[in-house]
């Protein structure tokens, strides 16, 4: 791979990731603070998100290892 290929492909990569986790952020303090310091999901719900979050993690991964 070329290296100023893989320079971008980890800036883009790395500004969407903060990007979103800001967005995910944000909204997860502005839904607390409406629901008055009560915490918008659960132990499972948060659970779960985690989980789903690592699973799409490994699915785009092996998108690179299926073209090798």
Do not use: C, H, W
Not at 9 to 33: D, K, P, Q
């Amino acid at each position: 791979m070329n290296k100023t290929v893989k320079i971008i492909t980890l800036v883009l990569g790395s500004a969407l990731g903060t990007f979103l986790g800001y967005r995910m952020a944000e909204s997860f303090i502005r839904e607390s603070e409406s629901a008055q310091s009560q915490l918008p999901i659960t132990a499972s719900q948060g659970l779960k998100l985690g989980l789903t979050t690592l699973g799409v993690f490994k699915q785009l991964s092996s998108i690179s290892k299926d073209r090798v």
